[in-house]
């Protein structure tokens, strides 16, 4: 789960500043979250690749 340090920490994941992003398991993100030390990060999606596959040209024959 990705999360935001709303303070200094440091643990098993590093060594955090406030404003830092960074991925923990959902259970250690749910205990940082409890104690007011992180807050979630919404992850948007990234838009579909519209564009079309570049066609590939058959290699020339000898």
Do not use: C, H, W
Not at 38 to 56: D, L, R, W
Request: proline share 6%.
């Amino acid at each position: 789960m990705k999360v935001r340090a709303l303070a200094n920490i440091s643990g098993p994941m590093g060594r955090k500043v406030a404003g830092d992003d960074f991925v923990v398991s959902a259970v250690e993100a749910q205990s940082l979250i409890e104690r007011n030390l992180v807050e979630a990060v919404k992850v948007e999606a990234s838009p579909p690749n519209t564009e079309k596959p570049a066609k590939v040209k058959a290699a020339a024959e000898e």
